[in-house]
């Protein structure tokens, strides 16, 4: 079956890099995604990689694509305390782009 | 793009009562769908909401506690009826535009005592 993992909590000091890592079971999946979702809010979508690229970039954010391993990861550089949230990791699975989520990364930076 | 409007934001209904959240797209939208977030948990589908027929639901979900419309190409409404607390969640509505992109609405904030 389809099944998302995420490390549970991340904790970095402002002006350093983050990476948040996931894993992905599906290897049909033709698209992946981060979403952050701040406090009491929807859910905000960062970036997504198509499932034939390696890497993807787009100012402060890098995602690197293993497809060999599934293993998706997100780079935060420079975090500011702007970028405390929750971030999932998603994969489409089947036909019709539903999207199957991991349980979320809680990014805490310290001032 | 797309723009997701969701009414209500939030609510507090009694238990056994049934609510409808109403999502509304900007743009004509291909697909749309509903999650549910429980607390301190991830997303989980809900169904997809289909134009003109009955919506296509996941396993462990069914028509009869989460009845779905969408009369249109831009407005789709669920339903969760004989509400218990367990059904305290948040609920989202997505929608895409024939692209990658899955856009998300601000979700309704249901608690059910």
């Known amino acids: 079956g389809e099944d998302v993992e995420q490390s549970l909590f991340l904790s970095v000091r402002e002006g350093d890099s983050s990476v948040i890592n996931c894993t992905y079971t599906d290897s049909s999946s033709t698209y992946l995604y981060w979403y952050k979702q701040e406090p009491g809010a929807g859910l905000q979508l960062l970036t997504y990689i198509f499932s034939n690229m390696d890497m993807k970039q787009d100012q402060r954010l890098t995602v690197l694509l293993n497809k060999k391993d599934k293993h998706l990861s997100l780079r935060i550089a420079d975090t500011q305390t702007g970028d405390s949230a929750i971030y999932f990791c998603?994969?489409?699975?089947?036909?019709?782009?539903?999207?199957?989520f991991g349980a979320g990364t809680i990014l805490r930076v310290k001032s | 793009s797309a723009v997701i409007s969701q009414k209500p934001s939030r609510d507090i209904c009694q238990r056994g009562t049934s609510l409808t959240i109403q999502c509304q797209v900007d743009?004509?939208?291909?697909?749309m769908f509903w999650y549910r977030q429980q607390p301190g948990q991830s997303l989980t589908l809900i169904a997809t909401?289909?134009?003109?027929?009955?919506?296509?639901?996941e396993s462990g979900f069914v028509i009869d506690k989460f009845p779905i419309s969408r009369p249109n190409l831009t407005f789709s409404t669920l339903t969760v009826s004989n509400m218990s607390p367990e059904d305290s969640s948040i609920y989202l509505c997505s929608a895409t535009t024939g692209t990658p992109i899955q856009y998300f609405g601000a979700g309704t904030r249901l608690s059910v005592l």
């Open positions: 998603a994969e489409t699975i089947g036909e019709g782009n539903k999207l199957v």
């Open positions: 743009s004509q939208v291909t697909m």
């Open positions: 909401a289909n134009q003109g027929s009955e919506a296509t639901y």
